[in-house]
């Protein structure tokens, strides 16, 4: 082995000028040469070719696998308070013997350090988000009737939060709100637009509530007023139903899909002028319109992930497959939407999907 260490006299001054620790053992596990990093380190006496910090520092198990296999082996060495990536390589002669092994230390300290805050900061991440999630799940309005309003709903975010946010609630004893939202994203982010969008419509009072496009107005004054950035926006779709008139009345920003109102087999979109709330709309005009609505009628709401599911084919899970399903069926029109776009999709979903049926008794 020393020979074979004399002939490559270059290879050793390049080794002595690296910054990572590495040293030489030959086939009977004793020290034939380190480094001036590790010499630095442990200290090492030239003499008898040994580490005077004694060589027990060491896992003598990998040195002699890797002699007696030939296998390269990655392993880590804790030295005081320092850690280190060992690479174990061995040294074969013209005829294929194994000579010996270098083995390299690499210091790993700070990046194991820095592994571990990132493991806790993601553990804690994790819990927040699961607990934020349950939030969110548990503001949603329960399933059932508000005055003769019998509500269904599917709410299938992609990732543990949405960015999609509905509420239906009373005004009055003849006033329900019926509103959808989307928030451009479906992350953090996003779910904190919809916690406000909900907070700030329950607030307002009832002047502002029973009109759709002042609401509207309102909503998009308060977003505003957080100074976001301009990516940052929403669509809303709100109405107000009207039991004793037999009216919905509704504004849009900019909310896509629109709303469909079912009558027996004819199904109507309903369409309203107004963009999506942001920094970028200054004072913004929405258009307020009016539709009768009477026992039997159904009003469903739905983002846009409904309709943009798509397949492994790319396709688009589309309108028409909403309005088949309304048309067709008669009862348990979510627990069919919901299975239809689980076997179309493959289960990948990439969009927050949300649906919303208003059934009018």
């Not at 696998?65 to 320092?82: D, F, K, P, W, Y």
């Not at 349950?134 to 329960?142: D, G, N, S």
């Not at 109102?261 to 009016?290: V, W």
Request: glycine share 6%.
């Amino acid at each position: 082995m020393e020979k074979y260490l004399k002939k490559r006299k270059l290879e050793l001054q390049v080794l002595d000028s690296i910054a990572d620790l590495v040293r030489v053992l030959d086939a009977n596990e004793k020290v034939v040469f380190v480094n001036k990093s590790m010499e630095e380190l442990l200290g090492y006496d030239s003499e008898r070719k040994i580490c005077t910090l004694g060589e027990d520092l060491f896992n003598p198990d990998i040195t002699r696998r890797a002699l007696r296999s030939g296998e390269v082996i990655q392993r880590e060495e804790n030295i005081g308070n320092t850690i280190f990536s060992v690479k174990c390589s061995p040294i074969y002669s013209k005829d294929g013997e194994i000579l010996g092994v270098v083995e390299v230390f690499r210091n790993v300290t700070m990046a194991r350090k820095l592994q571990k805050e990132i493991t806790e900061k993601n553990r804690f991440m994790t819990e927040e988000t699961m607990a934020a999630s349950i939030i969110q799940r548990k503001v949603l309005p329960a399933k059932g009737f508000v005055q003769n309003l019998k509500m269904d709903y599917l709410y299938m975010p992609s990732n543990i939060l949405s960015g999609d946010m509905f509420d239906v609630f009373e005004i009055d004893e003849d006033n329900v709100v019926i509103y959808i939202a989307d928030s451009v994203g479906h992350g953090f982010a996003s779910s904190m637009v919809t916690m406000f969008i909900k907070t700030v419509i329950r607030s307002m009072e009832y002047y502002t509530l029973i009109s759709p496009k002042d609401t509207l107005n309102e909503l998009c004054d308060s977003f505003t007023e957080l100074s976001l950035e301009l990516e940052n926006y929403f669509t809303c779709f709100y109405g107000v139903y009207n039991r004793k008139e037999g009216k919905f009345t509704y504004s849009n920003a900019g909310h896509q899909p629109l709303p469909l109102l079912i009558r027996d087999e004819n199904i109507t979109e309903l369409d309203a002028k107004g963009y999506p709330i942001s920094r970028f709309a200054q004072d913004p005009e929405y258009e307020e319109r009016e539709i009768e609505v009477t026992t039997g009628d159904k009003l469903f709401f739905m983002s846009d992930g409904v309709i943009e599911a798509r397949n492994s084919d790319k396709e688009p899970f589309g309108i028409e497959r909403i309005k088949d399903i309304l048309k067709v069926n008669n009862r348990d029109y979510m627990d069919i939407l919901e299975n239809q776009l689980y076997y179309f999709i493959g289960g990948s979903q990439i969009d927050d999907i949300t649906a919303l049926l208003i059934n009018i008794w």
